[in-house]
């Protein structure tokens, strides 16, 4: 594995050097197979990454009509809803490029838990090549990361941590009384590129604690993060103020 930390002023800066860094891997991509796969994650920042990439250059320089977008995780809402990462993903970046709907992919997080759970990881291995494992290959993967270490919908004690086979599953978050689907680790460590996109200082004492006091034998989920490709943490600097 390689892990880089790229560590900018502010949350426009983090993401205008993500959005850079977008356009090359994309091109690289659809040069080298023809296609570029991506799964989007919710949150602030990535919100913020959407508004960004939704104007030129960055609108413009992307391959569109090369790029099958998915989603990292869903809430048991429907689609239309405005807790649904769907909803402000299409809101902030889909209705403003130039992409054929048929290439998002989005959870169908408006069925019973379990049926978009296992809707997802049928697609996921329909539209996706899979390693040894039978495990679905993404070019990227966008994850935020949650003051309690979770990423996508993993929580930490939850069930879907311990998850090998699926790809999709459903996860009961307790602190949030409410059921989610999300991609698994299996999914997220077999990705070619795997971003954490984290900003503000809210997000210090989580990045303290990941990069400074990491635990072998209670990690959070966000330290189960093993990928065969590369992990490159995009940080700024009010995040990443206590890294020694």
Known sequence: MNAYKIIRPDADDVCAEAGKQLIRLAQQCVDERNEFTIALAGGATPKRFF?????????????????HIFFGDERSVSPDHPDSNYNMANKYLFKHINIDPLRIHRIQSELDHEDAAKNYHVVLGGFLPVNQNNQPIFDLILLGLGDDGHVASLFPGTDILNEKTKRAA???????KTWRISITLPVINSARNIWLMVTGESKHNIIDRVFNYPSETDPLPVELIKPNGNLTWYLDEAAASWIK
Do not use: D, F, R
Not at 51 to 67: C, D, R
Not at 170 to 176: D, I, Q, R
């Open 51 to 67: 508004q960004m990439l939704a104007k030129p250059p960055y609108s413009t320089s992307i391959p569109w009509g090369k790029v």
């Open 170 to 176: 459903a996860v009961w978050v307790e602190s949030k």
